[in-house]
DNA sequence: TTGAAAGCGTTACCAG
DNA sequence: CTGGTAACGCTTTCAA
C-alpha cells in the first residue's frame, strides 16, 4: 500500500523506470527510443509516449562511460575585449548545438590556466578542444598531447604543429594594401596589435609587404596593443599632425582598434572616408564595425566557414585520432564600406556610388 | 609475453589499473587519493606517487552516475554585443572554478533556444544553472522548475518568483540624478536600453523619479536599444540640437551606450565633461568604460560580488533544493569619471580636484 | 587499515 | 522482434 518512500524529489525517469512502467526490458526501451529499426511500432509508439509523459532524458554520464563520445567540448576563450570574440563565441555555441556538441569553458581572458581546470579536460571526458585565444597555454596543449584529446586552433595560426583554421591574414593585409595604393593613397599608416599574436604581426607583414612592393613605404607605425583605445590613441596622435605630414590611409589590424581610430579622428574633426581626410581600414569584419556609425572597410573573416571547418576537424579527428595534422586557410572578403574613400569621389567609394579605379590587384 | 593488444591509444589510467601497479584494491585507492584519514601514509604516498606518474584523472562520469553532484553548471549568456557581458563571462569562468565548478554553455545571444540543448541541461546531469540573459527563456526556465534543478538569475531583477542577484538599478539611476543636479545640471536627457529589459527599465524609472522628487522634469528621452550604435544615434541628436536647448546631462542606461553617446558627441564637437558641454553618465562599469577616453562617471556595479553572490546562492540550493527563493540585491558604486563636470569648475569633478558641490542625495 | 561486492544508467552482445 | 547479462569507473557499505 505504501508508496516508495523517496518521492519527496521525484527521481528522475530511467530506463529501467520506464521498461517497469511499459511492462518490458530496458534493452527495448533503449533501443525504441533510439530508433533501432527491429522494434514493433506498437511498443515504440508506446514507450516514446511514455517518455515524452515523463519527460525522460537519457543519462549522457551513462553512455559516455560506457566508452562513447561525451559529446563535450572544451573551449578556451581569447580576450574577451576584443569584439571578434564575442561574436565568435555566439557562432561556435549555435554551430556546435547544431553539431548536437556542447561546450564547456575552461577559460576565458587572460589570466593563467588553473591546475585543475586543466584537469576538466579529462575528468569530464571532453572529445577534444577548441582554443581561439591568442596565447595557447602550454599546459593545455600539454594535456590534450599526452592524452590524445584532439584539439583545434581557431583563429591561430599554427606555425610548427598542430591543426588550425584561420584566415589569411597576409593575403588579407595585402589586398587592402593593394585597395588604399589603387585607391590613390600615398602616406600609410599601420596600427599595429598585441605583439605575439601571429595574427596581428601576419596582417601587418602582409600590408608592409604589399605596399614595398608597389613601391610604396609605410609612413608611420603605432602600437595599438589590439585594444579599442590603443586605437584611439593612435588616431588622436594622427589627428594632431599637420594636414601635410598627415598620413591619408590608416590600417588598424583588428576593428575593434579601427573603431577606436575612427572615434579619435572625428573626435578631433578629421573626416574619416572623405576627400580631403584619412581613410581607415581594418581586419575582422565584426558586426558592430560593419553598421553605422563605422560602416568600415575591411577584410570580413568567413566567421560561419571558420567556425564550421574548426568544428568539422575537431569532430573528424575525434572520430579518427590518427588523422594528420591539417591547416586550413580560408580567405576573407574585402568589404568596402564608408570609412575610406577613393581619390577622385567625392565620397566613399564604388559601394557608394563611385566607379572609378579598379580594385584588382595591380601587376 | 604479450602484452596487452590495446596499447594503440594508451588507455588511460583508472582507479582499477592503479590499483593492480599498487598491488592493493581499488577502495584503498579511491580512498587514499582522495584524503580518507584511514590510509596509512606507506600506501599513500605509493598510490600518489603512481597517480601523479601515470597522469590519472578521476573519471567524473562515473563519480556521477554514483549520484554525487556533477560539478557542471548551465549558463545562458545575453548578447554580447554588450559589453558588460563579456567582462561577466570572463568573472563568472573564474569564479566558478575557484569554487570547482565548470560551465557549460547553453546558449548565447538573442536567438531562441533549441530543444535539444534545452533538454542537455538534464542529460548531463547540470547541478543548476545560471541565466544572465535579459529575456528568461521559457524552456529552460520550465525545464529547471519541473526537474528541480536550482536556477538563479544574475543581473536580472525576479519579479514573480525565483532566485536573483542584481544591482539596485533604481537606486543607482536615483545616485546619478542626484549628482547631477547637484553638480548643477538643468536639462537632463534619458537614453533607454531595450524595452523588455528590466535593468533598464528600473534603471531610468529611478533616474526620472528622483528628478521629479527634486522638481526637475525630464528634457528630452531617446531610444537606445541597448547598443553603442544607439548610443550614437543619441548623441548625435543632441548635438544637432541648438545650445540653448541641448540637455546639459545625457544618462545613458548602459556604459555601451554612453560611450557611443560620447563618441557621437565629441564627433560633432561637443565637449563631453567640461563647462559648455554636455555631462554624459552611464550604468555598469565596464573596464573599457572606466578607462581613457571615456573615463565615464557611472555606477560600477560589484561585478566580483555580484557573480559570487550568484554563485553561492545556487550551490547552496544544489545542496539543499528545499531552500526558499531569494533575491540578493547589491549597490553599485558611483564612480566619478571624466565625462561628466560640476557647474563652477574649469573641468571635472572632485576625483579630478574640484572641491565644491556634495554628492549626498538632496534632503 | 584494507578488501569485496553492490550499484549508479546506459549500451552491446548473445540468446531466444 | 525482444530479453538477459556484462561492462564502463567510481564510491560506499559491510566484513575482515
Known amino acids: 500500500m505504501d508508496l516508495p518512500a523517496s518521492r519527496l524529489r521525484p527521481a528522475r525517469a530511467t530506463l529501467l523506470s520506464l521498461a517497469g512502467a511499459a511492462g518490458v526490458s530496458a534493452s527495448t526501451v533503449s533501443r525504441a527510443l533510439r530508433g533501432d529499426g527491429r522494434i514493433s511500432p506498437t511498443t515504440r509508439k508506446r514507450i516514446e509516449a511514455l517518455a515524452a509523459e515523463t519527460g525522460y532524458a537519457p543519462n549522457a554520464m551513462a553512455r559516455t562511460l560506457l566508452g562513447g563520445r561525451s559529446g563535450l ?3 578556451v576563450l581569447g580576450p574577451m575585449h576584443n569584439p571578434f570574440y564575442p561574436d565568435l563565441l555566439e557562432e561556435l555555441v549555435a554551430q556546435a548545438a547544431e553539431r548536437g556538441q556542447r561546450l564547456v569553458i575552461l577559460h576565458a581572458g587572460e589570466g593563467s590556466m588553473e591546475d585543475r581546470t586543466a584537469q576538466a ?8 578542444c577548441i582554443v581561439t585565444s591568442a596565447v ?3 599546459r593545455i596543449a600539454a594535456i590534450c598531447r599526452e592524452n590524445a584529446v584532439p584539439l583545434v ?3 591561430r595560426v599554427a ?3 598542430g591543426t588550425a583554421v584561420y584566415c589569411d591574414n597576409v593575403e588579407g593585409g595585402a589586398r587592402l594594401a593593394d585597395w588604399l595604393i589603387d585607391a590613390g593613397h600615398q ?10 599574436t601571429s595574427t596581428s604581426l601576419d596582417r601587418e607583414r602582409g600590408f608592409v609587404a604589399r605596399l614595398a612592393e608597389r613601391g610604396h613605404a609605410l609612413a608611420v607605425r603605432f602600437d595599438g596593443g589590439s585594444t579599442r583605445q590603443g586605437g584611439w590613441a593612435a588616431g588622436t596622435q594622427v589627428a594632431t599632425m599637420s594636414p601635410g605630414k598627415r598620413p591619408d590611409a590608416i590600417f588598424a589590424v583588428s576593428d575593434g582598434m579601427a573603431m577606436g581610430v575612427i572615434d579619435a579622428l572625428r573626435a578631433n574633426s578629421v573626416p574619416v572616408g572623405e576627400a580631403g581626410g584619412v581613410s581607415v581600414v581594418g581586419f575582422d569584419g565584426v558586426a558592430a564595425a560593419l553598421k553605422p556609425p563605422y560602416e568600415l572597410t575591411t577584410i570580413v573573416q568567413p566567421l560561419q566557414s571558420v567556425v564550421g571547418r574548426g568544428l568539422d576537424l575537431l569532430l573528424a579527428r575525434v572520430e579518427d585520432p590518427a588523422a594528420p595534422d591539417e591547416v586550413v586557410m580560408l580567405r576573407g572578403t574585402l568589404h568596402l564600406g564608408r570609412s575610406a574613400w577613393r581619390y577622385g569621389c567625392a565620397r566613399g567609394n564604388r559601394a ?5 579605379g579598379r580594385s584588382a590587384r595591380h601587376p
Chains 1, 2 share one sequence.
Not at 579529462?122 to 577534444?128: E, K, M, T
Open 153 to 155: 586552433m581557431v583563429n
Open 121 to 128: 579536460l579529462l575528468q569530464y571526458q571532453l572529445d577534444g
Open 73 to 75: 567540448i572544451g573551449l
Open 187 to 196: 602616406r600609410h599608416a599601420v596600427v599595429g596589435g598585441h605583439v605575439d
Open 136 to 138: 595557447l597555454p602550454s
Open 159 to 161: 606555425r610548427e604543429h
Open 352 to 356: 557608394y556610388g563611385c566607379a572609378a
